[in-house]
């Protein structure tokens, strides 16, 4: 019995580390084939950017290529699938603060400030790390409405792309394929905001995750 047990600690001892290994060069690869097109409001260099859970593979492909992604710190899940995510974003050089979004995360949400106070940028799922999808948990609305920095939305549209049989339904763009990104323009709130005024700018927010943008904005072509 104590052999079993050594022989599948060496097992998960390996596989761990072969996945720490090659998943970072398999995703820069498939993340360099990627062409992006880009809709811009204004995006502030020290702010929240929100997305839903679905489309992080094409956000954090944009970030790594466009971004410096040392001054970015990303929130996710202590889950099995946030342990591997965390894996790999610190493997791209990436912060990571363990946590989620919602109520329960609050002390996550307490470095996330922190983070923003050092003059990082701030990347939340506001439906991770289990759903429902495409619903706004408090987390992103509390850390905004404390720091009161911006709150950008960010909607993600795809020439051609595979979607997963997952709880959010995510979206991986197949190799080659366009991602256009549509930035909202920053939405801001105040410590003394209501929670008539919160509740909002959650409808703007939600309106402008599912790409409807009343803005007006510039477009261009990245490469």
């Given amino acids: 019995m104590c052999f079993l047990s050594y022989i599948f600690c060496v097992k998960r001892f390996f596989l761990t580390w072969f996945f720490k290994i090659t998943a970072p060069v398999v995703i820069f690869l498939w993340f360099r084939t990627l062409r992006f097109g880009i809709s811009i409001g204004k995006i502030p260099e020290n702010g929240i950017l929100i997305f839903w859970h679905r489309h992080i593979f094409a956000v954090i492909a944009y970030l790594l290529r466009f971004s410096k992604t040392s001054s970015i710190t990303a929130l996710v899940s202590g889950s099995k699938d946030g342990k591997m995510l965390q894996s790999v974003l610190k493997a791209f050089h990436f912060n990571v603060v363990e946590g989620s979004s919602s109520e329960g995360g609050f002390s996550s949400l307490l470095h996330l400030e922190r983070s923003l106070k050092a003059d990082q940028t701030i990347l939340i799922t506001p439906d991770g790390p289990k759903g429902p999808p495409e619903i706004i948990k408090p987390g992103a609305l509390h850390v905004a409405r404390y720091s ?12 051609s792309h595979w979607q997963l049989k997952s709880w959010d339904r995510a979206v991986l763009p197949i190799p080659f394929s366009r991602c256009e990104m549509i930035f909202s323009d920053p939405l801001t709130l105040r410590r003394e905001s209501s929670e008539i005024e919160m509740t909002e700018l959650q409808n703007k927010l939600e309106l402008s995750l599912h790409g409807h943008q009343s803005h007006s904005r510039m477009e261009k072509s990245l490469h």
């Fill in 148 to 159: 009161e920095k911006p709150l950008i939305a960010i909607h993600v549209k795809y020439s």
